[in-house]
């Protein structure tokens, strides 16, 4: 059974720091793409950050703040994000696609991300 579970999310003021985890079961992160996804209260889940084999890929809104990255070792994936704003407000999912097959996708649970004063 495919798990994703993510962690690291919390409250944090502004220009803040967080890293969310993404630690994978029943799946190698190795040989899946993986993403981070989220989805503020009101608004359609959109894309944050993507890594597929040695690129990665960020939503324009997080560029130069927002950093993914895979620990194959741990087969967990990771999102460091910097510089927080309000707008980064959400819930984050992470996300893992089979390179094999595109219509094998697995989602976690999801974990909320509050930035406010």
């Known amino acids: 059974q495919v798990q994703l579970v993510e962690s690291g999310g919390g409250l944090v003021q502004p220009g803040g720091s967080l890293r969310l985890s993404c630690a994978a079961s029943?799946?190698?992160?190795?040989?899946?793409?993986m993403g981070w996804y989220r989805q503020a209260a009101g608004k359609e889940r959109e894309l944050v950050a993507a890594?597929?084999?040695?690129?990665?890929n960020y939503g324009d809104s997080v560029k130069g703040r927002f950093t993914i990255s895979r620990d194959n070792a741990k087969n967990t994936v990771y999102l460091e994000m910097n510089s927080l704003k309000l707008e980064d407000t959400a819930v984050y999912y992470c996300?893992?696609?089979?390179?094999?097959?595109?219509?094998?996708?697995?989602w976690g649970q999801g974990t909320q991300v509050t930035v406010s004063s």
């Open positions: 996300r893992a696609q089979s390179r094999l097959n595109s219509n094998i996708v697995h």
């Open positions: 029943g799946i190698i992160v190795s040989i899946y793409n």
């Open positions: 890594t597929s084999g040695g690129s990665t």
